[in-house]
């Protein structure tokens, strides 16, 4: 069910959102996303109703473990098994386990053990899932298409963020937490067939992006970037989904490659972006943008509207200033397709979103909080954006899940831990101190990028 399609050659060089095969990923991911609005809306719900408000948080932080500690095993599967294959199979996970909490909902009232098990279940899939989902876009179109895919994306992440939250409330409303699940459900699996439909193009030899400026072929003796890193059996790591990892096709005629252990492949992955020239200092870059970002636009945007008297509805023109902003950034892509020096443009965007952000702190009202928080979305986005294209285009293809898993885990395991120190921060302090600090930390994420000479002059192709 999941082997693999070649994309024929005519496709190949369409725009990416005029390609229907592109199309048909995009309402897959879009599907699924929504999916997961609406789940998160039931758990939240259904955690409520079923225990006191500290149990409930207790069951919707609890999956972020599992998603934290496997993520980089995450990266090996998709890695070994094919994003498409793995994306299929989570999908499928997700799809049942949200199906059978909305029955078991329906017919009797278990109390939260069958939350706290299905947000577990849901933080492991996640874990597989993401890096996944990461790795799929060097699948289904050429580099040159990969920023504006990128701006696609995150059209798409706006559109589930936009309706999978009434979709879900209406849901709750209608039929009470199982609907909502069940809703959920379907609407996950509503990506499968779209996911079987999409057709997985084979990248060409001269399609594959470089180990790193000025690295060692990455046949030579079977390494990797500067000749360093790279299991011996890496190129079989980067084979279409319809070959098995570990060894070479049966009918190839090659000799087989020798087959690697999962935990060598993670190895050999984190010293393959250690020792890459542009990786290696991207990811660092993202890091510290993301631990800027993260605290001052979640709890210290709450404080910050406490603080002021804007009130929640205050919060909420912020919070769409934001998503205005990050929807125009990906809007631009997509249109554009491409901006020329990529690695300059996303430094500077860092750079001066991070002054954006220190400056929401020190904004008279809320009109101009909006105009600050569009901004602040609108640079956030365009080098979110930049970055993950500069991550799919540098990244070698049998290394694409595992950077993914990398980057996911920056992002979603190690930047939310800036959320208590930021509140707990601004109670000691106050909201300014805090935001020029976090404002400091994410502008070194754009010093970065635009000291490092390699990531400084990176370029997406086009």
Avoid at 251 to 267: F, H, I, M, Q, Y
Avoid at 310 to 337: H, K, N
Wanted: charged share 10%.
């Amino acid at each position: 069910m999941t082997s693999t399609l070649i994309a024929p050659r005519t496709a190949i060089g369409r725009p990416a959102h005029r390609d229907p095969n592109v199309l048909r990923w995009l309402a897959a991911y879009a599907s699924s996303m929504v999916g997961d609005s609406v789940y998160y809306i039931a758990l939240s719900w259904a955690a409520v109703q079923q225990g006191s408000p500290a149990q409930a948080g207790a069951v919707m932080a609890v999956s972020a473990v599992p998603r934290a500690l496997l993520m980089l095993g995450g990266g090996v599967i998709a890695d070994r098994f094919g994003p498409r294959r793995v994306v299929i199979g989570s999908d499928l996970v997700r799809c049942a386990a949200g199906l059978s909490v909305a029955a078991l909902l329906f017919l009797t009232s278990p109390g939260l053990w069958p939350l706290a098990l299905l947000a577990v279940v849901f933080g492991t899939v996640d874990a597989v899932f993401m890096p996944a989902v990461g790795a799929l876009p060097a699948r289904v179109t050429t580099r040159d298409q990969l920023a504006r895919v990128q701006g696609m994306r995150g059209l798409a992440i706006r559109f589930a963020n936009v309706v999978g939250g009434p979709l879900g409330g209406l849901a709750v409303a209608l039929g009470g937490a199982a609907a909502a699940f069940g809703l959920a459900g379907l609407l996950i699996a509503v990506s499968v067939p779209l996911l079987i439909s999409v057709r997985m193009r084979e990248p060409a030899v001269d399609d594959k992006a470089e180990a790193g400026a000025g690295n060692a072929d990455a046949g030579d003796a079977g390494e990797g970037a500067g000749g360093r890193g790279a299991a011996p059996g890496a190129a079989v790591l980067g084979a279409p989904d319809s070959e098995a990892r570990g060894a070479t096709a049966p009918d190839s005629g090659k000799v087989p490659a020798r087959a690697t252990t999962p935990l060598g492949d993670l190895r050999a992955g984190l010293r393959y972006i250690r020792a890459h020239r542009v990786l290696a200092p991207l990811m660092l870059a993202i890091a510290l943008g993301d631990l800027g970002f993260v605290g001052p636009l979640n709890v210290g945007l709450t404080l910050l509207a406490d603080e002021r008297g804007w009130g929640a509805s205050g919060m909420g023109w912020v919070l769409s200033g934001f998503g205005v902003g990050a929807g125009a950034a990906a809007l631009l892509l997509t249109v554009r397709g491409r901006l020329p020096h990529a690695g300059h443009v996303a430094g500077w965007a860092i750079l001066a979103g991070s002054v954006a952000i220190g400056a929401l702190a020190f904004v008279p009202g809320v009109l101009a909080a909006v105009g600050v928080a569009l901004l602040v979305g609108l640079l956030a986005g365009l080098s979110g954006a930049l970055c993950g294209a500069l991550l799919q285009t540098q990244a070698d293809p049998a290394y694409l899940g595992r950077v993914t898993a990398v980057s996911g885990l920056v992002s979603l395991g190690f930047a939310p831990l800036s959320m208590p120190l930021s509140a707990a921060a601004i109670g000691a302090w106050g909201t300014g101190p805090v935001f020029v600090g976090s404002a400091a930390v994410c502008g070194l994420g754009g010093v970065v990028a635009l000291c490092v000479r390699d990531l400084r002059r990176a370029e997406l192709p086009g």
